[in-house]
């Protein structure tokens, strides 16, 4: 599996910290948003500590176990957060998480990022949703059911939890998929926020089908690229936007 990741914007710093660390058998990819005074701070943090409390915590490729080490590594991360020297008050971090092991694939998210698979049926492109994102669509026709929580600032003043941080609100519970990984499934992709905000899973999938077999590199700037033109056609400004393509196969 070959991966990469592009990021595009004005923040400084960058709210969006992402890694890749593989361990053994395993494999993992992710994406930290951050958001407030302190969301780079946040990202930055998680995206040291959770990968490493994960490994420590993966003892057995039983997917059950590996599902409850997950959540078990983000509750940590949270306890592990609230001692740390970050204010965050008002401040906090989605988080989204892959994690390879053999053919399996699970995917643990909070907040506003998502992951879909590029699958292949039948010479037909198709989506694989892995998770279902906190994230409010610019397209008019978002369904209201991907529209449940807004981030950051109004996700505060909700007293809502859009992830880590925010120490009024209640602990964090990552949503759990897993997924075994087929020879139709050729790709993933995962966004923050302001990719999803202007495109749909299928769009964004159709897209990068498109320009197989470039390099993941390549695909996430063409990605972004598509992203950023859109928001000007809305009139609107993004801040920054994230994305991470994983290739399947050798």
Aim: proline share 4%; aromatic share 6%.
């Amino acid at each position: 599996m070959s991966a990469a990741v592009s990021q595009a914007g004005k923040l400084t710093p960058t709210q969006t910290a992402c890694f890749d660390r593989t361990h053994g058998r395993c494999h993992l990819l992710g994406v930290c948003d951050g958001y407030g005074p302190n969301g780079f701070l946040v990202s930055a943090f998680l995206s040291i500590k959770l990968p490493a409390v994960l490994f420590r915590k993966v003892a057995s490729v039983d997917i059950e176990s590996v599902k409850a080490a997950l959540k078990a590594a983000y509750r940590d991360c949270e306890e592990l957060l609230e001692g740390a020297e970050v204010d965050i008050s008002k401040s906090g971090c989605g988080c989204l998480t892959l994690l390879f092991i053999n053919s399996t694939l699970l995917c643990a998210n909070i907040g506003t990022s998502r992951a879909v698979i590029g699958r292949l049926i039948h010479s037909t492109w198709a989506v694989y949703q892995l998770s279902w994102d906190t994230a409010s669509s610019c397209l008019p026709s978002a369904p209201s059911n991907i529209r449940r929580l807004k981030r950051g600032k109004l996700a505060m003043e909700e007293g809502k939890k859009a992830g880590f941080g925010m120490s009024q609100a209640s602990s964090v519970q990552p949503d759990i998929e897993a997924v075994e990984i087929g020879a139709g499934d050729r790709f993933v992709i995962i966004g923050t926020q302001e990719l999803w905000q202007v495109m749909t899973s299928w769009e964004a999938v159709q897209l990068v089908a498109g320009l197989l077999p470039h390099k993941p590199t390549s695909l996430c700037e063409s990605l972004i690229t598509e992203a950023q033109k859109r928001w000007e056609e809305i009139g609107g400004c993004v801040a920054e936007i994230t994305v991470i393509i994983a290739l399947f196969g050798p």
